[in-house]
């Protein structure tokens, strides 16, 4: 299946749209996107699944290095639209603690931890 990304901006927040699955056939695209966003200096980014319908290890593994990429360059990076079954993969696998998890319909000063 395809990926599609799209971007818009929430204040200092770079949000990536997902519209696919993220798996290691399109993971690399998104992992491409974050390093673009954050070498062109935005380092807060909220990567929204709302319409991802699944996502493997690899993907998962995007998104811890999404983070740690973005914490190196002094930002963080958030994910937004978990639906129950990403919100129970994000559980089992622990990343809930790593992967802070937004509301982009809130005002993003609420978004730092």
């Known amino acids: 299946m395809m990926l599609t990304l799209s971007h818009s901006n929430i204040g200092q927040w770079s949000v990536i749209h997902i519209v696919g699955e993220v798996d290691m056939a399109t993971g690399p695209q998104l992992r491409q996107e974050i390093v673009r966003q954050v070498s ?6 909220v990567i929204d699944l709302e319409q991802v319908d699944f996502i493997d290890s690899t993907g998962l593994g995007i998104l811890v290095g999404g983070v740690k990429r973005t914490k ?3 930002g963080d990076l958030r994910c937004a639209g978990l639906s129950d079954n990403l919100k129970e993969v994000f559980n089992l696998t622990g990343l809930d603690s790593v992967l802070v998890a937004v509301d982009l319909n809130q005002d993003p000063s609420t978004w730092e931890t």
């Open 40 to 45: 062109e200096g935005n380092s807060h980014i």
């Open 72 to 74: 190196s360059n002094g």
